[in-house]
């Protein structure tokens, strides 16, 4: 047989994983029943990896340099996020390249304030002027940026930074994802958004003979992002992953995304395959959530689309 794992990204801190698998498999299962097809996935075909709150910042501590209140949600006010210089001048560069692929002109978020009621709390000079930039430039997101937040960014980005950069809680993660993948059948290996970034560093550090992963489906990845790739690049280069086949899918809207991945805006090492494009439709959320149920019950996201349900089902039919 050939073993489904699902690998969700940042959306899903705080949440029942049995939830949240269900949602992904009924998403995955409508993609499946739009294409014809007779295939429908239950709990037992599928290992949801779970990693929840592992990046979710400690409460208490020192109090790092850089305190900001964003506002999250216009009904309950802004709130508060703290964050390292570090983790501040990444999620700046970050807010940064999703304005210019939106097409806002550099240099705009300048112009635009903070949104009324956020803060920022000075921790010296260099901090202050990181966090009144990194204000100004979710702000921009927020007015300029049609249909997506500037919250979501800065979460995405802060989350990002911790899963590369804190080893403990990469080690954790990175644990829950190996343990889950089987030594003794292939696996088709679907990965969303901040999952995408782990299931890469996870494939490209194995050896190749360890699993048997005939095809590796990334949804929504930042992994094109420049200081997301940086990140990566810094520790070795970009080498092919162990995985026979690797497609990643997105919706050009979605700004989390941002761009294929191809050899100049993920280089992998000269003789590496071609990361395979696959362009899809998502009306989820910012065009980027993995899977979303309608109010009227119909379901959107990328594993709600046909191809991705196609794609899912040709790699589980692979050695079945």
């Known amino acids: 047989m050939t073993r489904l794992v699902l690998l969700h990204g940042r959306d899903a801190d705080g949440q029942d994983p049995d939830a949240v698998e269900s949602r992904w498999l009924g998403a995955l299962n409508a993609g499946l029943a739009a294409t014809g097809s007779p295939l429908r996935l239950a709990d037992d075909d599928a290992t949801f990896v779970y990693y929840g709150d592992t990046l979710t ?6 109090r790092p340099p850089v305190t900001v209140h964003v506002l999250d949600d216009p009904a309950s006010g802004p709130t508060l996020h703290r964050l390292s210089l570090d983790e501040a001048r990444f999620a700046l560069a970050v807010a940064r390249e999703v304005l210019a692929g939106a097409g806002v002109p550099a240099g705009a978020s300048t112009a635009v304030g903070p949104e009324e009621g956020t803060t920022v709390r000075l921790g010296g000079s260099f901090a202050d002027a990181i966090a009144r930039s990194l204000l ?10 049609p249909g997506l937040s500037g919250a979501v960014v800065l979460l995405l980005a802060r989350d990002v930074h911790t899963y590369l950069h804190d080893q403990d809680a990469r080690s954790a993660v990175d644990a829950g994802l190996a343990a889950a993948l089987p030594t003794d059948e292939p696996v088709v290996l679907v990965a969303h958004s901040l999952g995408t970034v782990v299931a890469y560093e996870v494939l ?4 190749p003979t360890r699993w048997d992963v005939p095809l590796l489906l ?4 930042p992994l094109a992002i420049e200081a997301v790739r940086s990140a ?3 520790d070795g280069p970009l080498t092919w992953p162990a995985a026979g086949r690797w497609v990643n899918a997105r919706d050009h809207r979605d700004l989390l995304a941002l761009h294929d991945l191809t050899p100049v805006t993920f280089p992998l090492l000269a003789g590496a395959p071609l990361v395979e494009a696959l362009r899809v439709r998502n009306t989820a959320p910012w065009h980027h959530a993995a899977a979303v149920r309608r109010a009227d019950g119909t379901w959107t996201g990328y594993l709600a689309s046909p191809r991705v349900a196609e794609l899912v089902a040709a790699g589980l039919a692979v050695r079945a």
């Open 232 to 234: 990566l690049a810094a």
């Open 136 to 145: 100004a430039a979710l702000a921009a997101i927020d007015r300029l940026v």
């Open 204 to 207: 490209r550090r194995q050896a």
């Open 57 to 62: 910042p400690p409460d208490g501590g020192a």
């Open 218 to 221: 990334t949804l929504g990845a």
